[in-house]
Nanobody
Framework: QVELVESGGGSVQVGGSLTLSCVAS????????LAWFRQPSGKAREGVAI???????NYADSVKGRFTVSRDNANNTAYLQMDNLKPEDSAMYYC?????????????????WGRGTQVTVSS
């Protein structure tokens, strides 16, 4: 049974940093692509970043240069390092995975999801 559990969310001031974790179980984390999504209150879920089975990464334009996705295969854990945070980054953040292909930023292409962790950025 595939399971993903996010943690590390919280409140941070503008310009601050936060690191999110996603602990995976039921599969080896490097055997599937893993993406981070976020959903601001009242808005649609959007792709943030992805780490591929090859270790390659992609980022949404809105976070490029500020966010970094990585994984620790030994701990079966993925991370999202968020720097220079802005109020627009406030959202519920989810990690998700799928062994299938498709556009990485589309939630429909990911079948297994965590429950999410809230990030709030304020001035």
């Amino acid at each position: 049974q595939v399971e993903l559990v996010e943690s590390g969310g919280g409140s941070v001031q503008v310009g601050g940093s936060l690191t999110l974790s996603c602990v995976a179980s039921g599969y080896a984390i490097n055997r599937r692509r893993l993406a981070w999504f976020r959903q601001p209150s009242g808005k649609a879920r959007e792709g943030v970043a992805i780490i591929l089975t090859s270790g390659g990464t992609n980022y949404a334009d809105s976070v490029k240069g500020r966010f970094t996705v990585s994984r620790d295969n030994a701990n079966n854990t993925a991370y999202l390092q968020m720097d220079n945070l802005k109020p627009e980054d406030s959202a519920m953040y989810y990690c998700a995975t799928s062994s299938n292909g498709g556009i990485w930023s589309s939630p429909a292409n990911f079948g297994d999801w965590g429950r999410g962790t809230q990030v709030t950025v304020s001035s």
